[in-house]
């Protein structure tokens, strides 16, 4: 069969025989109709399909996993990626695994193909779970009803023994990688699809209680030799998504990840039985909290796969149509929406119907946007049939609606009379309450929908006023209105208002921006004269920072300037010392516009101004252009002042005219180095000659050479264009060797850095971080032969591309070049080059360097210069600020979170502090750093060494140790923790902190609440602002049952009188008022 046809049956292949686990032979049979088995068997050869064999090498296993237990490790086995069931290894010693005690002893034979042997992770944990735990409760839900228990109302949630088979190996694949991904420990040497047993379980017990000791251990071992039942599987996603725990996926967009994660759930759900109305119905009347949240999820994920059968029949059993479900803002924002919103805003007019026949909120806003209703997200959708079943409900057009009407760009008519209707709806109320709302119809101007402005203007509608300025002009501070935005978008428009007369003139004082002056700023001659022609104040418009000609100069607008001339615009700025920024006719100068030159010098424009930006005067500018025309227009016209202020000549007959006219000998005194190195870098071999012949490399100003492309030396500029002849030109003049140019010539491979060697002499660690970058050894060899110090900083470098665009090729903040030599541009050799050459020549590493070098280190994933680095003398209470982290970090709190055990073991043996926190935001101790990792290694090193389980937070989006455990949902880690006296109440960051309680709530982690209370988080005195704050963010995050069961422990408080609020007793009768809050709490969706 030829590969393209066997390519249609690639995929199909591949699912029966590794993901489906069938035989070869039921393969076959598949595909018996298209060719010979040994087609089959040397196709799936060649795509390199393995699967898992019961056929294995026990002598093998039996002879390493002896070998690793003599040296005192535990071993797990896997076999094509499979973990090899313990009771399997045992066995092996009993079987065809027996090996004589001369072969044990004997070297270690290859490894066959597909084994790998590795130790078991290990949390350290042994935690008792108190039984009354949410999860605990609801978990015996699943197993099926007992002769104790024959009629538990839940004993329909049971899932059947006959359902009850072994899933998947992608199933089971896919849950560990969920598991893994919560808990995000590094394991250098493990492969990325290998998952054990004890990595995954002690995830678990880092995320979920247990019902009995061992449990979470036996569950983990099924999963990760595929033995696991669906009842297992089951009961870990359940878990998971009732505590909100399933994790994002980088290499998936927020949408895709949801319908994925949707998909997963609700399938499970379907093979496990609980997809049929009657459990929905159990479930929803189950009232428990996991039972709630549970709910909450499978809702949220039929919405988000549209499957409406699951909506409706949950509908139908009690749940609330006005939950909040996670999705995304136009604007790439997570936000929440109702389920009706989410159905406008998708499109999808069953679940429209649907949601409204049960009672759904069509007036519900979007969190403080309450004008964004279901209504505003169907119109920004443009689906008709969503917009009228709302409207046939009665939905309000509120002024949200009716300025996403104006945004869309319908252009049939039955859409546009819609449109029209929605407006006019909203339009009615406008005019009764006499408002003056410009922004109103700032939609319909971006859109350039001029209908809807003319329909305003018609019913005379008040538009005057400023309005929020576009993105374009927010952050210049401009002030517009709304005429203002109608030149930037439309002419037809800015006719429409201009014929109302709003806002061609003055509304306010500056930062107000004219109409006028936009016009010119975009160069829109046809909207200025309509301006001009309406009575705009061209006087009033001038007064701003740029003149109108100006603007119009820049945008090279010849009958714009005309215009505006005409109309009686500055010529020029009033007469000062030095004008601080460039007149219209030095801007129509660089923009080498003579006809607007010459209109500017025959409307009188001053000549011999002076400008504190270079060139410094308009005579100048001609010159850097080079333009003849425009040169002799001017000294004819009388212009004679050239400054000292010039970067370039144009070109060589410029610089003859300079030498001509006198002018030339004192702009090379002052400018010399930058206008020669400026002609070298543009290509101009003659005129350089000229001006190294004029003495133009014999300035020596003090100055910064290295901040832009035109303050280069000459030598530098040479290199960097790799022009031989002016190289040997200036060295013979004498001009020094730079550290720059030497780095030039390594960047340039130019061949040139022996000859450049030869003449310098000092430091050059630029040059040495340059030649770090480089594949190749030889710069290094030649500057270390050369004797070049290396010490010091690395200064920024720019380097051109042959774009004739420039880039920083390292940060400014580098301190050495042994931090340029541990990143991950520098070879490794190069790395132990620069170490052997620092031994040799006596150059000692100071402690601060080597620790910013190492903090680098172990924040990159390039750890093979760790152990070298490791050996240098450091500084363990260096701090540094990275800016590509935002945050500061020592030696420690960087090792502890890349999570390198051995690392953090030898820093502390060397006295680091356990407890170092350090200044500014994000800051995090070493042990708020393991528990943000879930590694109980470290955790448990760290507490060894004495970490305080109570560090503070740092002030600015710090938290706690155990705030942090819970606003991950590391349950197992916040028993670890409250059982080391972890403050269950400590304050939250003064920035954008939380509380344990609060932290747990925002993200729906029904258990940790319920630990949290359980364990003592107070909800009354001091702590009533946290306890409320907690209930508004579960309930805004659309954790219902999480704001519950909040609520419902302050009321088991009333209701017992053990609730205190300020030091007196809550009234015990209140817990049966009506209208109480409390009571009007618990009145919120399912």
């Avoid at 002879?63 to 094509?80: L, P, T």
């Avoid at 004219?514 to 007064?543: C, H, K």
Wanted: aromatic share 8%.
């Amino acid at each position: 069969m030829a590969n393209q046809k066997w390519d249609l049956y690639k995929g199909e292949i591949e699912r029966l025989y590794i993901h489906e686990d069938q035989k070869l032979e039921d393969v076959m049979s598949f595909m018996e109709t298209q060719h010979f088995k040994a087609s089959y068997t040397r196709q799936l050869n060649k795509w390199g399909f393995r699967k898992h064999s019961e056929s294995r090498n026990d002598e093998w296993i039996l002879k390493r996993v002896a070998k690793r237990k003599r040296s005192g490790k535990e071993s797990e086995v896997f076999i094509d990626g499979i973990q090899l069931h313990p009771k399997k290894i045992t066995k092996a010693k009993y079987g065809k695994g027996f090996v004589s005690t001369i072969s044990q002893y004997a070297p270690s034979p290859k490894t066959p193909e597909g084994y790998l042997v590795t130790t078991p992770q290990a949390t350290g944990m042994c935690l008792s779970w108190d039984r009354s735990l949410p999860w605990l409760r609801f978990v015996s839900f699943l197993n099926p009803p007992t002769e104790q228990a024959p009629s538990s109302p839940s004993s329909s949630l049971f899932v059947d023994s006959t359902r009850s088979g072994n899933v998947t190996k992608d199933a089971s694949f896919e849950l560990m990688r969920c598991l893994n991904s919560l808990v995000p420990w590094n394991k250098h040497k493990h492969l990325g699809n290998i998952y054990s047993g004890s990595r995954t379980s002690a995830a678990l017990s880092i995320l979920m209680p247990e019902t009995e000791q061992g449990q979470l251990d036996g569950l983990s071992t099924n999963l990760s030799t595929l033995k696991s039942g669906l009842r297992d599987h089951l009961s870990v996603v359940l878990y998971l998504i009732s505590n909100n725990l399933m994790p994002p996926d980088e290499d998936l967009f927020f949408e895709e990840q949801k319908q994925r994660d949707s998909r997963w759930i609700l399938s499970l759900l379907k093979d496990s039985g609980w997809a049929g109305p009657d459990q929905l119905r159990i479930l929803l009347s189950t009232r428990e909290p996991t039972a709630e949240s549970i709910a909450e999820k499978v809702f949220e994920s039929a919405l988000w796969i549209g499957d409406s059968e699951i909506v409706e029949n949950m509908l139908r059993s009690g749940m609330s149509p006005d939950g909040l479900i996670e999705t995304f803002t136009e604007e790439g924002d997570i936000c929440f929406l109702t389920p009706l919103q989410f159905a406008a805003q998708e499109e999808n007019i069953r679940l429209t119907n649907l949601l409204i026949k049960y009672g759904a909120d069509i007036e519900h806003g979007l969190a403080n946007e309450v004008g964004k209703t279901a209504l505003y997200f169907a119109i920004s959708s443009e689906d008709l049939a969503v917009v009228r079943a709302l409207l046939l409900q009665g939905a309000k057009v509120t002024r949200e609606c009716a300025r996403a009407a104006m945004r869309t760009c319908y252009s049939y008519p039955q859409a546009l009379d819609l449109v029209g209707d929605i407006i006019d709806i909203y339009l009615e109320e406008h005019l009764a309450a006499g408002r003056n709302d410009p922004d109103l119809v700032v939609p319909a101007v971006e859109s350039k929908n001029a209908w809807i402005v003319k329909h305003f203007l018609d019913r005379s509608a008040k538009l005057n006023g400023l309005i929020a300025p576009p993105y374009s002009l927010r952050h210049k501070g401009m002030d517009i209105c709304l005429l203002g935005l109608a030149v930037m978008k439309s002419v037809d428009i800015v006719r429409l208002l201009t014929y109302s007369t709003i806002g061609a003139n003055r509304l306010s004082s500056p930062p107000y921006t004219y109409p006028l002056t936009l016009a010119a700023m975009t160069g829109e001659t046809d909207i200025a004269q309509i301006l001009l022609e309406s009575g705009a104040d061209v006087r009033a418009a001038d007064e701003g920072e740029t003149t109108l000609l100006e603007h119009a100069a820049r945008k090279s607008n010849l009958s714009l300037c005309q215009m505006l001339i005409t109309h009686g615009a500055k010529v020029d700025r009033e007469p000062c010392d030095a004008q601080k920024s460039p007149s219209a006719l030095m801007t129509a100068i660089q923009e080498d516009n003579v006809l607007i030159v010459e209109l500017l010098i025959n409307s009188n424009a001053r000549l011999n101004d002076r400008f504190e930006a270079a060139p410094g005067s308009v005579l100048a500018a001609a010159l850097e252009v080079g333009n003849d025309a425009v040169i002799d227009k001017l000294i004819h016209a009388g212009s004679r002042y050239v400054g000292v202020k010039m970067k370039k000549i144009g070109n060589l007959q410029t610089a003859i005219l300079m030498k001509e006219k006198g002018v030339l000998a004192g702009v090379l005194c002052s400018s010399g180095h930058r206008i020669l190195a400026a002609a070298i870098s543009a290509g101009h071999e003659d005129l350089a000659h000229f001006l190294l012949q004029n003495g133009a490399h014999k300035e020596h100003d003090a100055r910064d050479p290295f901040s832009t492309l035109h303050s280069m030396t000459p030598l530098e500029a040479a290199t960097d264009t790799n022009n031989m002849r002016l190289i040997q030109a200036l060295l013979e003049h004498g001009v020094a060797v730079t550290e720059y140019a030497l780095t030039y010539a390594i960047k340039r491979h130019s061949g040139l850095l022996p000859v450049l060697l030869r003449r310098f002499s000092g430091r050059a660690p630029t040059a040495v971080a340059a030649a770090l970058r480089e594949p190749s050894m030889a710069a290094l060899k030649l500057l270390r032969e050369a004797n070049v110090d290396f010490t010091g900083a690395p200064r920024p470098l720019a380097i051109g591309s042959r774009l004739n665009r420039w880039y920083q090729v390292w940060e400014d903040d580098v301190k050495s070049v042994l931090e340029m030599a541990v990143d991950w541009d520098a070879e490794r050799s190069h790395f132990t080059f620069l170490l052997e050459w620092a031994a040799a020549a006596g150059i000692p590493w100071e402690p601060e360097l080597v620790s910013r070098a190492l903090i680098r280190t172990l924040l990159s994933n390039e750890h093979d210069r760790l152990a070298e680095l490791m050996q240098l003398d450091f500084d363990l209470s260096y701090d540094m600020w990275l800016e590509l982290e935002r945050c500061g970090f020592n030696p420690l709190q960087a090792a502890v979170k890349s999570q390198l055990v051995w690392v953090v073991r030898e820093m502390l043996l060397k006295g680091a502090d356990v407890n170092y926190l350090g200044d500014g935001p994000c800051r995090l101790t070493p042990l708020q750093l393991a528990v943000e990792n879930g590694n109980m290694e470290i955790f448990n090193l760290l507490l060894h060494y004495g970490a305080d389980v109570n560090g503070p937070a740092a002030e600015e989006y710090g938290a706690t140790a155990l705030q942090i455990a819970a606003i991950h949902g590391f349950i197992g880690i916040a028993q670890r923790l409250l059982d080391l006296g972890a403050d269950v109440n400590a304050k939250p960051a003064v920035k954008d902190g939380r509380t344990a309680l609060m932290g747990a709530a925002e993200h729906g982690r029904i258990d940790m609440l319920h630990l949290l209370l359980d364990r003592g988080a107070l909800i009354v005195g001091a702590h009533r602002f946290f306890f409320d704050e907690a209930v508004r963010l579960a309930k805004s995050n659309g954790h219902y049952a999480a704001a519950r069961l909040l609520v419902s422990f302050e009321v088991s408080l009333v209701a017992t009188g053990d609730f205190v609020e300020d030091g007196a007793e809550y009234p015990a009768h209140i817990a049966g008022v009506s209208g109480h809050p409390l009571q009007m709490a618990l009145r919120r969706p399912a």
